[in-house]
C-alpha cells in the first residue's frame, strides 16, 4: 500500500487520445504554482488526469496536452480552485508548502502518506499548516501528568 501512495505521489500521468501517458514533468509542476498562486496546482493536475480518464473520447492529444492543462490551471486559478478539486480556503504561502502539502490525499490514505513525507522530507503540510508527527497521532496526557504540571507551577 505505502508503495502505491509513492507512486502516485511522484508520477503524475495523464492518459492521451491514443492510450499512451504523459507524464508531467517536476519541472512544469513548478513553473505553475508560481504561476497560478491561488489554486493547489498538484490537485488540479490530479484532477484533469482524472477527468481524463472518465472522458475517453475528449481527451488530448501530445501535441495538446500542456495547452489543456495550462487552461484547466487558469480556470481554476481565476476560480480559486476548480469545482472539480478541493477548494483550499487559505492558499500556499510558498512553494515548499505547496510541494509538500497533503490535502488532496483522501483521509484514509492520509498516515501513510505523512509517514512517506516524514521518513523522506521531515515535515509535511495539511491546510496550511506544517505538521512533523504522523498525521491523526494524538499525544496522550494521562490525569497524573497534568496534576504534576499544575503543582510544579504553585510557588
Known amino acids: ?3 502505491e501512495i509513492v507512486d502516485r505521489l511522484t ?8 492510450g499512451s501517458f504523459y507524464e508531467v514533468k517536476e519541472s512544469d509542476l513548478i513553473a505553475w504554482s508560481r504561476t497560478y498562486k491561488d489554486c493547489n496546482v498538484f490537485y488540479e493536475v490530479k484532477a484533469a488526469a482524472e477527468w481524463c480518464e472518465a472522458n475517453p473520447s475528449r481527451r488530448k492529444t501530445l501535441r495538446g ?3 489543456f492543462l495550462n487552461a484547466w490551471l487558469s480556470k481554476a486559478h481565476k476560480l480559486k480552485g ?9 492558499g500556499h504561502s510558498n512553494i515548499e508548502e505547496s510541494l509538500n502539502d497533503i490535502s488532496w490525499v483522501p483521509e484514509h490514505e492520509r498516515k501513510e502518506t505523512s509517514k512517506w513525507y516524514l521518513s523522506s522530507k521531515g515535515f509535511y503540510y495539511l491546510n496550511g499548516k ?3 508527527e504522523v498525521y491523526g497521532a ?18
Open 130 to 132: 506544517k505538521y512533523t
Open 11 to 18: 508520477s503524475m500521468e495523464i492518459k492521451l487520445k491514443d
Open 82 to 90: 476548480s469545482p472539480l478539486s478541493f477548494n483550499q480556503k487559505e
Open 138 to 155: 494524538k499525544k496522550v496526557v494521562s490525569i497524573s501528568d497534568k496534576r504534576l504540571k499544575k503543582q510544579s507551577k504553585k510557588p
Open 65 to 67: 496536452v500542456k495547452r
Open 1 to 3: 500500500m505505502l508503495s
